[in-house]
């Protein structure tokens, strides 16, 4: 499960919020280590992908992410991260934004990767344990949203969506 948090800055698309509100749901007890846990891999995450694209640069971006540089994701980002630093960073990590992106600016901008962690980490901690306290007090919700996250993450975009 963490790895599948872990891994998140390095895929598209991982569901690893529906991954942790189904643990949560299945393992009510352990809800806080379960949130915990996830809230650690994803900063341990979002310090390798920093540390890789210290160490190799705008070549290690573009395998990553393909032409990003100058998108207006991109250009977006920039902006937020060199007006609000770290905080910019939280705040992204803390949305329902991709966190890829904005790591990758921070690392290009030599932000410390300690700084790096505590973002992501401050910004996740929130969000996974609001998640994790939803999810206890009202499973039967999580069903059709988990399935929709799922069937979302999975879908064909060439295909129509037909319901």
Not at 116 to 121: E, S
Not at 137 to 157: G, N, R, S, T
Request: charged letters at 15%; a positive charge; aromatic letters at 16%.
């Amino acid at each position: 499960m963490g790895f599948l948090v872990f891994i998140d800055l390095f895929v598209v698309f991982i569901p690893s919020e529906a991954v942790m509100i189904k643990t949560i749901i299945l393992k009510p007890k352990r809800w806080f280590a379960i949130s915990t846990f996830m809230i650690l891999s994803s900063a341990l995450g979002a310090i390798t992908l920093g540390y890789l694209v210290q160490t190799y640069g705008h070549d290690f971006v573009q395998w990553l992410l393909g032409d990003i540089f100058g998108s207006k994701e991109w250009i977006k980002t920039e902006h937020l991260v060199n007006k609000h630093g770290g905080w910019g960073l939280a705040f992204i990590s803390f949305s329902p934004l991709p966190q890829q992106i904005p790591v990758v600016v921070c690392a290009l901008a030599k932000m410390p990767l300690l700084t790096i962690f505590l973002a992501v980490f401050l910004g996740r901690a929130p969000k996974y344990y609001l998640f994790a306290l939803l999810a206890l007090k009202f499973p039967h919700l999580y069903d059709k949203y988990l399935k929709k996250i799922i069937e979302d993450a999975f879908a064909d975009p060439e295909k129509p969506d037909v319901k």
